[in-house]
């Protein structure tokens, strides 16, 4: 895959940047506290799960798949953290446990998707309630209790100056661009953007979607463990209701959902864009169901353009490919 059709997804990341910077310009207009260190971190604080999620998302959609398994991950790994981290497994114990799950269930769906031909959509479904039911199993109802090293030392502020999820985000997004130049990075968009291709040039298709799958599920898990630092406690069905607007911040982010283009930076820039939104939409005094409106607003016009760049793309290799073919 060459570079520049690598570093292409990156106008869909640049049109959802300019989107925040308009919204958080209207926000911070209408609501004085917006540019404080406290309301910087508070906006932070309710971007961070959905970021982390929509990032693991992102890996499995760049490959031509879906993953709708991630809120029952968020859930287990939320009630897992609720009952173990004070005690049993301790903020690092539980921080292990729940990677280890959201990858164990990963490997299921990868295994069920490439090993056995199953569609992803269907597998994911399956996994997701069953996912669900655990969480239930293990917290029939919202309680428990979250370490206070977990819950003090990931929300707020270091030293009354950085939020420490601007520093969770940013080594998220410097990780991502490690992992994108990687073998297996360019794999996953290989893979996506022609699965057939991909094979054929020698890469190890059913490794790399499986591989995507486990990331995935560990990201899940990550994005559990820090709901609960937030909630301070869980609830195994706090994530019910993430699933769509993950779905929403990987496509405004510019990430195709058939698979090959896109990114991370663009998918938490996405879950940025519909935090920031309804902080607007109340700063505004609207209605809450207004959120919902403008979010699949936002959603169908990213949409709208992701096509007409792909259209585009596909009449430029037309017309080399006429141009290569020769004559008679």
């Known amino acids: 895959m060459s570079l520049a059709t690598r570093l292409r997804p990156a106008r869909g990341a640049a049109i959802a940047v300019l989107i925040y910077l308009v ?21 932070l604080d309710n971007t961070i799960v959905l970021a982390i ?10 490959t031509g798949e879906l993953d709708l398994s991630a809120i ?6 939320n009630v897992v953290v609720a009952t173990t981290s004070v005690g049993i ?14 990858a164990a269930v990963g490997l299921l769906n990868g295994w069920l998707v490439v090993g056995l031909g199953l569609q992803s959509l269907a597998v994911t479904i399956g996994t997701m309630i069953a996912c669900q039911g655990v969480a239930l199993v293990i917290l029939a109802a919202p309680g428990g209790e979250v370490s206070d090293t977990i819950a003090n030392g990931l929300t707020g502020d270091i030293a009354n100056v950085v939020p420490v999820a601007a520093v969770i985000i940013i080594g998220v997004l410097l990780l991502w661009f490690v992992f994108a130049r990687t073998r297996l990075g360019i794999a996953i968009y290989a893979v996506g953007s022609d699965e057939n291709a991909a094979g ?5 298709v059913r ?4 591989l995507a799958f486990v990331l995935a599920g560990a990201a899940y898990g990550c994005a559990g463990y820090l709901l609960s630092a937030q909630t301070g406690s869980g609830d195994p069905r706090a994530s019910n209701t993430f699933l769509l607007f993950m779905y929403a911040a990987v496509a405004i982010g510019g990430t195709s959902l058939t698979g090959g283009r896109g990114g991370v930076f663009g998918s938490v ?60």
Do not use: C, D, H
């Open 200 to 204: 054929l040039s020698g890469l190890n």
């Open 269 to 328: 820039v996405g879950a940025g864009i519909l935090t920031v939104m309804q902080k607007m939409l109340f700063a505004l005094g609207a209605a809450s169901f207004y959120t919902n409106v403008f979010s699949g607003i936002i959603m169908l016009v990213a949409l709208f353009v992701g096509n007409l760049s792909m259209l585009r793309l596909r009449r430029q290799r037309g017309a080399e490919w006429q141009s290569a073919t020769p004559r008679p």
């Open 89 to 102: 497994l301790g903020w690092f114990g539980s921080l292990v446990a729940v990677m280890l799950i959201g």
């Open 23 to 43: 919204m958080y310009l209207v926000y911070a207009i209408s609501e004085a506290s917006a540019t404080s260190i406290f309301g910087i971190s508070n906006l």
């Open 207 to 210: 490794r790399t979607k499986l």
């Open 72 to 77: 029952g991950v968020i859930a287990i790994a």
């Open 53 to 62: 999620a929509a990032a693991g998302l992102t890996l499995v959609v760049l």
